[in-house]
């Protein structure tokens, strides 16, 4: 099984683990949400979500619905629900985001 605190290091992953908190959500819905990653980095985040124990997994039809596993969170539970509750915590993940984001930089025009 993965390291936990390595699979929460990355912010994209912790924001994943966000949306999928209160609803289950397909990959495209978390695609949607994540419009700056592309759909393949989020297949493989789910991946590695999944994989840690993080996610449950449920068909729909011909798609997948991921909803996070509270549970398997133990004590780091309280500490990503306090921080999601936190306008720091947006700009923080907006900070984050944008460092480990590859390729160029926008133009600013």
Known sequence: MP???AVLNNPRRREILR???DEARS???????????????????????????LLDVERNG???????RRTALGP?????ESTWDDALYRLKLAAELEASR???APSSS
């Open 62 to 68: 011909k798609s997948r619905l991921y909803r996070t």
């Open 19 to 21: 949306l999928c908190w």
């Open 27 to 53: 990959a495209g819905a978390i695609h949607e949400a994540l419009d700056d990653v592309t759909f393949g980095a989020i297949s493989q985040h789910l991946g590695r979500l999944r994989d840690a124990g």
């Open 102 to 104: 590859r390729g160029p």
């Open 3 to 5: 390291d936990l605190l």
């Open 76 to 80: 780091l539970r309280r500490w990503l």
